[in-house]
């Protein structure tokens, strides 16, 4: 009787530690796979030979399918629940990464992007709405090192994508080689999680804009996702416009802004309780400017990479601390303040490309440090950020 309870309490206990690993793992993928796409947009770009306008073009349909996504993940969560719509969209996800990287002209590069945006953000949303849901059971807050992760991965696929480039290996075989690998991972980490399969009620109002207080949080998640989807697109970029860096340098700079981001999210919520975050975010956006404005006046790229690390290090409390605030008003504040940043992600990338084509590739960089003063002003006015 007594071996028996022994055995059912350690089969429970390596069960819960299991568990425990899913969500990281997962979070982890998420960033590997987002981070391998962008880390290989200047060769995707040279490859179909696309001008600024027309690469703002492309990055426009991944916005565009990440905001479409939401009847989408709507449908999937309400038909299969969150924990078989995570593995559905991670799936398809890897399958749209391959379908990048074999593009062969712009138009089916655009179809394969706005595609990427689909699937990614029905992702993103099962995998918070598990990550959430976990969160209420536990009483335990982890999205911040959830996020952090994320970044992670992100860093991981950057500077995976850095080395495929500098080895001159294609972005479809780079893809291919790393599908298979992930899709395991994924599945496993699908397994692990807990076996809640309930159905999700996804907020229908999932485009309804903030109002009162909530707009300034939702006009930070927009300037916010405006300015990270600007840096993880564009950087590499520049570094290989402006300084003539190499396939393999050019990656580099979203992973050094990755890895402060990743750094400063891991004891972000300890600096909360310590500082708050209406401090934090405020200071952070400013030393985020610091960071883009010394990167655009760099001497070369090695010193440009450092004004990256440094807008990461600043940028990286934002969306947590701008997502908790509006999690703490109700679903429908948070979801509010999502569909704002995701048009922020959509706004973003185009924007600079228009700048980068009409005025230069140092301009649009400068007008994302100019974007960090406006978060910085809006924060310090915001006082649903506690």
């Known amino acids: 009787m007594h071996t028996t309870a022994s055995i059912s309490r350690n089969t429970t206990f390596s069960l819960a530690q299991l568990q425990q690993y899913a969500l990281p793992l ?14 290989r947009i200047p060769a995707l770009a040279e490859r179909v030979h696309v001008s600024h306008s027309a690469l703002s073009m492309v990055l426009l349909c991944g916005g565009l399918g990440a905001v479409v996504s939401y009847p989408i993940s709507s449908y999937l969560m309400g038909r299969f629940g969150a ?26 590069l655009m179809l394969a992007v706005l595609s990427l945006g689909i699937t990614a953000s029905t992702f993103d949303v099962a995998i918070n709405s598990v990550a959430t849901k976990r969160e209420k059971q536990t009483g335990k807050s982890e999205l911040s090192k959830l996020h952090g992760l994320g970044c992670a991965g992100g ?11 500098s080895l001159k290996i294609a972005p479809a075989t780079h893809f291919v080689m790393l599908a298979a690998p992930l899709a395991a991972l994924l599945y496993m980490g699908y397994s692990m999680l807990e076996a809640d399969d309930s159905v999700e009620k996804v907020e229908k109002k999932a485009f309804s804009l903030p109002r009162g207080p909530l707009a300034l949080l939702g006009l930070l998640g927009f ?45 972000g919520d300890k600096l909360k309780g310590r500082f708050g975050a209406q401090r934090l975010v405020t200071v952070g956006s400013l030393v985020s400017a610091c960071g883009l404005f010394f990167a655009v006046l760099a ?8 004004g990256f690390a440094i807008a990461g290090l600043g940028l990286s409390l934002l969306f947590p601390f701008v997502f908790s605030a509006a999690g703490a008003q ?9 569909s704002m940043a995701y048009s922020g992600s959509l706004m973003g990338p185009p924007v600079i490309g228009a700048v980068a084509h009409y005025v230069g590739m140092q301009a649009a960089i400068a007008y994302v440090g100019g974007l960090s003063v406006v978060i910085a002003l809006i924060a310090s006015r915001t006082r649903l950020l506690k």
């Open 299 to 306: 001497p070369n790229a090695y010193v440009a990479l450092g």
């Open 330 to 338: 109700g679903p429908i504040a948070l979801a509010g303040v999502a």
């Open 155 to 165: 860093l991981a696929g950057a500077t995976l994508g850095s080395l495929m480039a």
């Open 26 to 39: 997962l979070f982890t993928l998420f960033g590997m796979i987002m981070g391998s796409w962008a880390g």
């Open 223 to 267: 300037l916010g996702s405006m300015s990270e989807g600007s840096i993880a697109d564009w950087s590499g970029v520049f570094l290989k416009e402006h300084f003539g860096a190499s396939d393999g340098l050019a990656p580099l700079a979203l992973s050094s802004f990755s890895v402060m981001m990743l750094l400063s999210r891991m004891v």
């Open 83 to 108: 924990r078989k719509t995570l593995l559905v969209s991670g799936m398809a996800l890897l399958c749209v990464l391959v379908a990048i990287g074999m593009a062969p002209t712009v138009p089916r």
